[in-house]
């Protein structure tokens, strides 16, 4: 199994709502990360999990929460978005890195479909 | 900013035709990796090509690395109309850490 899932696919919250996202991965990776992409942009990394342990912050708002509940599993909360936060939110994992396994490298990351997310 | 620069930032070409999409950056790498992201959706890994390596093959994509002058090429021969999709160059510097170029938009024409 090489799927990363992400629900919702769509999710459309306003500023006062509180919501989560989730990723789930089946690949025995120990690394796993979110990313933000708004459109015609690359993605730009949000946090990273390894072991799950948050290892990389890069400084993103505290109304953007992460959780890793155990190894499969990531969560994204989110509590008083604002408009500009509206972007396709994407879920990775890989193997940590230095870690050898996969034919394509130890840190080749393997992306779930993303959410679209609006805030109103 | 250490982003990689792609260019072309749009490239159309007609099916058959190859398509070369090229990727400079700033800073030391350990490895850089190519993706291609179909509109809207997750990206799909393509190749790696780490820093000790000039060349690498996988079906019909050609990737080339020159560390002197920091920079990479994807190439994609006998193009069908099922490649148009943004593809984004990666590069993997620090733990755990991936950083996108601005990537090009790629339109192949049946």
């Known amino acids: 199994d090489t799927e990363v899932t992400q629900t919702p696919k769509h999710l459309v919250m306003g500023m006062t709502n509180k919501k989560s996202l989730k990723c789930e991965q089946h690949m025995g990776h120990r690394a796993m990360y979110w990313y933000k992409q708004k459109a015609k942009k690359p993605p730009e990394l949000m946090f990273v999990y390894s072991y799950e342990k948050l290892s990389i912050n890069e400084s993103v708002p505290s109304r953007f929460s992460p959780e890793c509940p155990n190894s499969s599993l990531l969560n994204l909360h989110l509590h008083a978005l604002q408009p500009e936060d509206s972007a396709l939110y994407l879920c990775a994992s890989s193997h940590p890195m230095g870690l050898a396994g996969g034919s394509s490298g130890p840190d080749t990351q393997y992306f779930g479909p993303g959410t679209r997310l609006t805030v109103l | 900013s250490q982003q990689g620069e792609e260019d072309p930032q749009a490239l159309s070409i007609q099916e058959g035709e190859n398509a070369t999409m090229n990727c400079s950056y700033k800073?030391?790498?350990?490895?850089l990796q190519w993706y291609r992201q179909n509109s809207g959706r997750g990206l799909v890994h393509l190749i790696l090509i780490r820093s000790n390596e000039r060349e690498k093959h996988s079906g019909r994509l050609r990737v080339t690395l020159d560390t002197s002058k920091k920079s990479s090429s994807l190439l994609i021969t006998a193009s069908r109309a099922a490649d148009t999709a943004s593809y984004f160059c990666?590069?993997?510097?620090?733990?755990?850490?991936?950083?996108f170029g601005q990537g090009t938009i790629l339109t192949v024409h049946p």
């Open positions: 990666a590069k993997s510097a620090s733990y755990g850490k991936l950083t």
């Open positions: 800073t030391s790498i350990n490895n």
